[in-house]
């Protein structure tokens, strides 16, 4: 298991690998979004010497909010042209597995209707990323995103896709953590993993990014859920605050929980 975090896309991200590295994160995950981190702002060849110089892995983040399934075609041709211009950047980098969002918030059409569009703008990202040597790996969200029976039609339709599990967003829009189910419908083609907790709610305005145990997810039993589903791999602490002592503690946190089940 590898525990890594995520770059302050507000400012340089070479600058934010060496500050990663320097506080024994094992990878960064790298997303590409405005304002020091825009795809076409990043300094390629710098931003690859802080990753060599620093030896972190690295797992490729797109912007959360790109429109591919919206229902103006221009909109979703800039999206995907985006969504393009960051495979490059990551192919560049030698980034081999990218995170993309669905886009869930789509007004006055059905979720039907918005599922079959993102199948669509998945399908010409996967055979992007093929050609790139790429794999591109699904998060799920929110509302209908975050349930199993929903998602299924979307790898079943584009088989090369591999499944993100974001723990937090499994915590919103039920009674229960989504988690069990997830990982018993997608834990063979699970690549990575994103921990942080909160309190519950109904969407995204829920997703507080909260430091490990501040919120009401029980830590133990998703460690139990990962381990039990035979996962093993990149694991981004995707807590969200500006005193960094949060983020220490909680890999802290989840690196004891971890420990303790191997060896129990």
Same mark, same amino acid.
């Given at each position: 298991?590898q525990?890594?975090?995520?770059?302050?896309p507000m400012?340089d991200?070479?600058?934010?690998?060496?500050?990663i590295a320097k506080a024994?994160?094992?990878?960064?995950?790298l997303?590409?979004?405005?304002s020091?981190?825009r795809?076409?702002?990043?300094?390629?060849?710098?931003?690859?010497k802080?990753?060599?110089?620093?030896?972190?892995g690295?797992v490729?983040?797109? /912007?959360?909010?790109?429109?591919?399934?919206?229902?103006?075609d221009?909109?979703?041709?800039?999206a995907f042209?985006?969504?393009l211009?960051?495979l490059l950047?990551?192919?560049?980098?030698?980034i081999?597995?990218?995170n993309?969002?669905?886009?869930?918030k789509?007004v006055?059409?059905?979720?039907?209707?918005?599922?079959?569009?993102?199948?669509?703008?998945l399908?010409?990202?996967?055979?992007?990323a093929?050609?790139?040597g790429?794999?591109?790996?699904?998060? +799920?969200?929110?509302? /209908?995103w975050?349930? /199993?029976?929903?998602?299924?039609?979307?790898f079943a339709?584009?088989p090369e896709l591999?499944?993100?599990?974001?723990?937090?967003?499994?915590n919103?829009d039920?009674?229960?953590?989504?988690?069990e189910?997830?990982?018993?419908?997608?834990?063979?083609?699970?690549?990575?993993v994103h921990?942080?907790? +909160?309190y519950g709610?109904?969407?995204g305005g829920d997703d507080?990014?909260?430091?490990?145990?501040a919120?009401?997810i029980?830590?133990?039993k998703?460690?139990?859920?990962l381990?039990? /589903?035979?996962?093993d791999?990149t694991?981004?602490?995707e807590i969200f605050?500006?005193?960094?002592d949060?983020?220490?503690?909680s890999r802290?946190?989840f690196?004891?929980?971890?420990?303790?089940?191997t060896?129990?």
């Amino acid at each position: 298991m590898q525990l890594g975090a995520m770059n302050n896309p507000m400012r340089d991200p070479a600058e934010e690998i060496e500050r990663i590295a320097k506080a024994r994160f094992e990878f960064v995950d790298l997303t590409l979004e405005p304002s020091a981190a825009r795809s076409d702002r990043v300094d390629v060849a710098r931003v690859a010497k802080a990753l060599r110089e620093t030896g972190l892995g690295a797992v490729g983040h797109t /912007a959360f909010f790109l429109p591919i399934a919206s229902s103006f075609d221009s909109l979703r041709e800039c999206a995907f042209q985006e969504m393009l211009n960051s495979l490059l950047v990551f192919r560049d980098l030698g980034i081999a597995r990218v995170n993309i969002h669905p886009d869930w918030k789509v007004v006055l059409h059905d979720n039907d209707w918005v599922r079959g569009q993102n199948i669509e703008a998945l399908c010409r990202l996967a055979e992007a990323a093929r050609g790139l040597g790429q794999t591109i790996l699904v998060e +799920n969200l929110f509302g /209908a995103w975050t349930r /199993a029976d929903f998602l299924r039609p979307i790898f079943a339709a584009v088989p090369e896709l591999r499944f993100h599990l974001d723990l937090g967003h499994a915590n919103l829009d039920g009674p229960v953590n989504r988690a069990e189910e997830l990982l018993h419908a997608f834990g063979r083609i699970l690549e990575h993993v994103h921990v942080s907790d +909160n309190y519950g709610g109904t969407g995204g305005g829920d997703d507080l990014h909260l430091p490990i145990g501040a919120g009401r997810i029980d830590w133990p039993k998703m460690v139990g859920l990962l381990k039990r /589903a035979g996962y093993d791999g990149t694991i981004t602490l995707e807590i969200f605050s500006r005193d960094q002592d949060y983020l220490y503690i909680s890999r802290e946190k989840f690196g004891r929980m971890w420990e303790e089940q191997t060896s129990s």
